[in-house]
């Protein structure tokens, strides 16, 4: 990664939650680490609370002993790192609070700024205006918007319109850490740093693309938050939507941030609305059951803290989504997330037609399968593709065997630390680049495209199908691929 030479100021909103200590302040600290950050860029926590800076330095050292435990008892880092990080009280919903960053000096002396809302976004639009009163909206000063961003359409136009009241659509950096995993980005350079793959890349080659989230972890402690959004909306409609989007889009012109979003955005405008009775046939809902992962037994979304009977909220979602362009026309794409399945892991397959014709007999023709490109997220990040092979032998005959072409990232750059998605993203605002950020029209296309679905769930009296933790959702799932004479991929 290139460094951020030019020095500037951090201030992280909701500078002590759980986002600022599990992920902002790890990544930080990796930059810095890695000597990415200008020797005068400064880290100030804002939150309501009453902290000095030592409170906070100690909290921060707190956090990374629990969040990065190889930091522990670093002398080369450490000391820098807590040099740069000081606090500031601040409510949030109280405009004179604000003044506080002036008497902070923050921005002076020219530097960039970034203020980093890792808040509700229901303060959004308040801060914003908060900071424009303060001259703290200058064209040097950004903001970055954690998701969710609204609940539909309507919600997200509101903070949208209330954020673009002070800041320039150039300063909003709206963040999906999805789009800063090494692997995702790596999809770019696959399909646009080889001409293996792009002449491939169409209907006339793929028979369909699959993109799975499956997660262990239950709500965690956010049932609060979590019954109010359901999968549709926490991972459907930003973090697999963008996935989607990655494998789709038209090559850019170029690598910067228009180029690509302007191809993103074509593709969710041609995807195809799912809405009324098409959403019984093509879309899966299901809820968490009590059941087992890893051997340990855990609960089901009932049993969580702060539940409630009523809920429909769904877990796991499935879904069938087509893309109505030349490129992409009969290509189903099948989308799956979930909590509580049976093994934490993400990607992306991409399933090639069967050949055209066959040249071997019988025997060989049984044992052909068809080429897949698998694209692993995590847990590990690795590339691999099938392809069919002659099993060796003299006595053989043309047996023949899928054999994977394996390319393990960590084993070919030499267990090179991949650095996390925040990481990489919390650079890329610093150093103005927003090609890996959300412009707004993505994600009023993208809650268009959501809403479709919501609507038509909203109009029936069905509950989400209940699944076994730690199984693969409700069997349902199963069978949309099925349907269509396809199956999901196995793990
Ligand atoms: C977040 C969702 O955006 O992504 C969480 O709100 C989810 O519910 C998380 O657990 C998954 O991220 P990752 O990087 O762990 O796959």
Not at 113 to 133: E, K, M, Q
Request: with cysteine.
């Amino acid at each position: 990664m290139k460094a951020s030479l030019k020095a500037c100021d951090v201030v992280i909103f909701g500078g002590g939650g759980d986002l600022a200590m599990r992920k902002l302040l790890p990544a930080l600290y990796h930059l810095d680490q890695d000597g990415l950050l200008a020797k005068n860029t400064r880290i100030i926590g804002a939150s309501r609370r009453d902290m000095s800076a030592q409170d906070y330095q100690d909290k921060v050292r707190e956090a990374l002993n629990e969040f990065v435990p190889a930091s522990v008892g670093d002398e080369n880092t450490w000391p820098r790192f807590k040099e740069r990080l000081s606090y500031v009280s601040v409510d949030a919903q109280e405009e004179s609070d604000f003044a506080r960053f002036n008497d902070h000096n923050v921005g002076d002396d020219e530097k960039d700024v970034v203020f980093y809302l890792a808040t509700s976004p229901d303060l959004f639009g308040s801060i914003c205006s908060s900071l424009a009163n303060h001259g703290l909206n200058q064209e040097r000063m950004r903001v970055v918007l954690e998701k969710p961003l609204g609940r539909d359409l309507i919600s997200s136009r509101a903070i949208n319109d209330e954020v673009t009241q002070n800041f320039g659509e150039k300063q909003i950096f709206r963040i999906d850490h999805y789009l800063g995993k090494e692997t995702v980005q790596n999809l770019l350079a696959i399909r646009f740093g080889n001409t293996l793959f792009e002449p491939l890349w169409d209907s006339a080659h793929i028979d369909n693309v699959q993109i799975t989230v499956s997660e262990t972890v239950g709500v965690e402690g956010r049932w609060g938050y979590y019954d109010k959004a359901g999968a549709l909306r926490d991972m459907v409609q930003n973090h697999l939507v963008q996935l989607l989007c990655l494998v789709a889009m038209e090559p850019p012109g170029r690598n910067d941030a228009d180029s690509v979003r302007d191809e993103k955005i074509k593709v969710l405008k041609a995807l195809r609305p799912i809405e009324g009775a098409n959403a019984y046939t093509k879309t899966v809902r299901g809820q968490y059951a009590k059941g087992m992962i890893n051997g340990k037994d855990v609960k089901g979304y009932f049993d969580e803290e702060g539940s409630n009977l009523e809920s429909r909220t769904e877990t796991f979602v499935a879904l069938r989504a087509d893309i109505d362009n030349w490129r992409w026309a009969g290509v189903p794409f099948y989308l799956r997330t979930g909590k509580r399945l049976g093994q934490r892991y993400s990607e992306i397959v991409i399933q090639y037609k069967s050949i055209p014709h066959s040249i071997f007999n019988d025997e060989s023709n049984r044992q052909l399968q068809r080429n897949q490109l698998i694209i692993r997220l995590q847990p590990e990040e690795k590339i691999s593709l099938t392809v069919m092979n002659k099993v060796p032998g003299a006595g053989e005959g043309m047996n023949l065997q899928p054999v994977d072409l394996n390319l393990s990232l960590s084993e070919a750059f030499n267990n090179k630390r991949s650095p996390e998605a925040y990481e990489r993203l919390l650079l890329d605002v610093m150093r103005d680049d927003a090609t890996l950020f959300m412009r707004y029209d993505e994600v009023e296309a993208a809650w268009k495209w959501v809403d479709g679905i919501m609507a038509a769930w909203s109009q029936t009296s069905e509950r989400p199908k209940e699944y076994a933790s730690g199984s693969w959702g409700p069997a349902a799932s199963m069978a949309l691929p099925i349907k269509d004479g396809r199956n999901w991929h196995d793990y």
